[in-house]
């Protein structure tokens, strides 16, 4: 099965900062790479798929990059609402399997 | 946007049988648009594949559960079903279904004697 690991695996930012977190996959999955967010108590919500394309109603400070096996998500000015646990996921092949998470939290 | 809710037991015995069904609102289960699937959480966040479905038959299994691990979709019903036998305490997650990425809130289900 295909690998994905994220860093870092806790991230400390102010608000307003930039935070990138990174996912790489043990080999390539295209660009078949999903981003989610959660927070305590709710299901993943998916952010970005297909590497870098925004789902509807995810604001423009989520951005998605990467093909192959390194991609980035970097959300440009954080807000409050931003602070959570967030996963990379391929699906290039079966099976589907996620990265361990990078929680980002309030510095 | 489809809408998912899901049903099962939230304790069970080992060796037992978990049953774990998804509602769809908003489109047919038998849509060939979505891969209808499951997901669980472990009680220490990490997430897990388990199995898919894209209607009407074509199946795919994490080979982690694949000896025990069936899912299937009722079209009378409008909702698709997972189910995994001889279960014991590594199982105990919140299991999650979904439609291609969107996500019902999940059920919890323990494994305890």
């Known amino acids: 099965e295909i690998v994905m690991t994220q860093s870092p695996t806790t991230l400390s930012v102010s608000p307003g900062e930039r935070a990138t977190?990174?996912?790489r996959a043990s080999q390539s999955v295209n660009s078949d790479l999903a981003w989610y967010q959660q927070k305590p108590g709710q299901a993943p919500r998916l952010l970005i798929y297909s590497a870098s394309s925004r789902t509807t109603g995810i604001p423009a400070r989520f951005s998605g990059s990467?093909?192959?096996t390194d991609?980035?998500?970097v959300v440009s000015s954080l807000q409050s609402e931003d602070f959570a646990v967030y996963y990379c996921q391929q699906y290039?092949?079966?099976p589907q399997t996620f990265g361990q998470g990078t929680k980002v939290e309030i510095k | 946007q489809v809408q998912l809710q899901e049903s099962g037991p939230g304790l069970l015995k080992p060796s037992e049988t978990l049953s774990v069904t998804c509602a769809v609102s908003g489109d047919a289960v038998t849509s060939s648009?979505?891969?209808w699937g499951f997901v669980r959480q472990s009680p220490e966040g990490g997430l897990e594949w388990i199995a898919s479905i894209l209607h009407p038959g074509n199946t795919f299994y994490n080979p982690s559960v694949e000896s025990r691990v069936a899912i299937s979709v009722?079209?009378?019903k409008n909702h698709f079903s997972l189910t995994l036998t001889s279960v014991t305490a590594a199982d105990t997650a919140l299991?999650?279904?979904r439609a291609n990425f969107f996500w019902g809130q999940g059920i919890r289900v323990t494994v305890s004697s």
């Open chain 1, 21 to 23: 977190l990174s996912c």
């Open chain 1, 66 to 68: 990467g093909s192959g």
């Open chain 1, 71 to 73: 991609f980035t998500l």
């Open chain 1, 92 to 94: 290039h092949r079966w």
């Open chain 2, 33 to 35: 648009s979505y891969y």
């Open chain 2, 74 to 76: 009722d079209p009378s």
């Open chain 2, 95 to 97: 299991y999650y279904c």
